[in-house]
């Protein structure tokens, strides 16, 4: 298979992939089901505004009443499979009006008007599937599986509920890759000083220190501290070297695609980066992001965007062009190294949870890397 939906248009080399079927991506998309994703910031959908969305390869369409209430059915019309988002609109009663024949779908899905016909009655036979929608820290959220067949509920967003703090959620960006390849990617502290290091990742600190990462399935968590002396962006540097400033980074994972590192601002005051990733598909992502900060912490959203679009663009570029495609579950794909424990923790715990495994065969590359360094059979005997 070549690789596909590359941002880097200029780039002549294919790659080759493993295989990957349509069960693997129906697999993928099953075990996904039954969580909450956000599809939407909760600002970009107004009282009377209707917007398409994409999850798990499904098409929705997502509106706002003039009360404030959300409604979410398939964008799909029951009539002539007419698209709602294309051109629909909301009516007074909160209802979603199709632009073809202005049929209107309440927020249950249920059918209400039909005007073509005198008799209404027969609207009551129509209905169009619809789901529970809500806002919440500054996102839209649905679950696609029906009420009481979630694993869990919104993976909780720290102080989103405190008057002492106050919310951004930043612009979602799209990436072409699976939603476990990017939190893994989120999840990694190795690549800091690598990847980062014209942003807030230092060079100069090559070793990772050890760390330990806990996971508990009962409430869908991996959690860990990781201290790192990190480029300091708020000081101007000295002789002539960037101002670098200890942080004791406080991550946890919410199981299977949402996480937050608790980090520190200026004067040390901390604050928290959440991500929240909705998979559009198998192979499609956007990434909700929402920081909070005490009321004591002033930035605008410019100064945000600035600050963390830029590291997301760096790690876009590394992320969409990993293969296989897909987070190879089985640990015996690719090396793990013991300041992989996070990886090798967010692997199992996503195979725990019944998410496809995948076994890709290693390549030539990784078994003559093996040999060479450290196999991941030894270097797992390490981390244990
Ligand atoms: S296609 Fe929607 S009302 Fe006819
Ligand atoms: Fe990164």
């Known amino acids: 298979m070549l690789a596909k939906n590359s ?19 129906a697999l ?15 600002a970009d959908v107004g009282s009377g505004e209707v917007v398409g969305v994409r999850l798990l390869d499904e098409d929705l369409a997502l509106w706002r009443s003039a009360d404030g ?126 990847l980062h290091s014209g942003n807030f990742g230092n060079p100069d600190i090559e070793i990772v220190d050890p760390y330990r990462p ?21 000081s101007p540097p000295i002789d002539g070297r960037p101002a670098t400033r200890f942080v004791d980074y406080e991550y946890r994972a919410e199981l299977p695609f949402a996480c937050w590192i608790k980090g520190a601002g200026k004067d040390d005051i901390g604050y928290y980066t959440y991500i929240a990733v909705c998979p559009v598909s198998a192979q499609e992502t956007k990434i909700f992001w929402v920081t909070s900060f005490p009321n ?5 959203g410019p100064e945000l965007d600035a600050g963390f679009i830029p ?21 015996g794909a690719e090396l793990q190294m013991t300041f992989d ?17 995948l076994h890709f065969p290693r390549t030539r590359l990784s078994q003559t890397a093996a040999s060479k360094v450290k196999g991941p059979t030894s270097a797992a005997e390490e981390m244990s």
């Open 69 to 194: 209430t959300l409604g979410l059915t398939d964008d799909l019309c029951a009539h002539r499979g007419t698209m709602l988002s294309a051109g629909g609109t909301v009516t007074d009663e909160g209802c979603i009006r199709c632009p073809y024949h202005a049929w209107e779908y309440d927020a249950e899905g249920q059918c209400l008007r039909i005007p073509q016909v005198a008799n209404q009655a027969l609207a009551e036979k129509v209905r169009i599937a619809a789901y529970r929608v809500v806002d919440y820290a500054g996102l839209v959220w649905t679950c696609l599986a029906q009420e009481g067949e979630e694993r869990r509920g919104i993976p909780v967003v720290p102080e989103a509920t405190n008057p002492d703090w106050w919310l951004y959620a930043g612009a979602p960006p799209t990436w072409q890759c699976q939603a476990p390849r990017m939190v893994e990617n989120f999840l990694d502290i190795a690549h800091f000083g690598v």
């Open 341 to 357: 424990r996070i990886a090798v923790a967010y692997r199992t715990s996503l195979a725990d949870l019944g998410f496809p495994v």
């Open 296 to 300: 004591s912490l002033v930035y605008t």
């Open 28 to 42: 993928f998309l099953d075990a996904a089901r039954p969580y909450w994703h956000p599809i939407a910031r909760s």
């Open 7 to 25: 941002t880097h248009r200029n780039c002549e080399v294919a790659v080759r992939t493993p295989a990957r079927s349509p069960q693997d991506e």
């Open 214 to 234: 806990v996971t508990n399935m009962e409430d869908f968590s991996i959690t860990f501290n990781f201290p790192y002396l990190t480029r300091d962006r708020w």
């Open 311 to 331: 590291f997301f663009e760096e790690d876009q570029r590394v992320v969409e062009w990993q293969r296989p495609e897909w987070l190879p579950l089985g640990l």
